[in-house]
């Protein structure tokens, strides 16, 4: 678990991301800080949780690579089952984002022109 002393700050949620969350979720209700230093433990004490239960199932399955499924297995098994519908939700939007980049980035290499050209092209608009 991280602590404040700062030697475990690399192990932590950043404050800024615990803000907007806090923010966006209660937006007319202040919060004192040490109760926003306590929402990011908790939050980074149950990422470690989740993480380290993934990998033990992951290390029980023989597989060196962590996988959604792996996860969802972990929040079941931790009596975290209520979250799986939401977890399943947000692993279709990340996929779906993933694919609109992959296809964006394959439509620039399907131009058949090479990035220097492309880069030259973009020169020469900005020099007019």
Known sequence: MASSSGNDDDLTIPRAAINKMIKETLPNVRVAND????????CTEFIHLISSEANEICNKSEKKTISPEHVIQALE????????????????ECKTVALKRRKASSRLENLGVPEEELLRQQQELFAQ
């Open 77 to 92: 098994s931790l009596g975290f089952g209520s979250y799986i519908s939401e977890v399943k939700e947000v692993l279709q």
């Open 35 to 42: 109760a926003r230093e306590l929402v990011v433990n908790c």
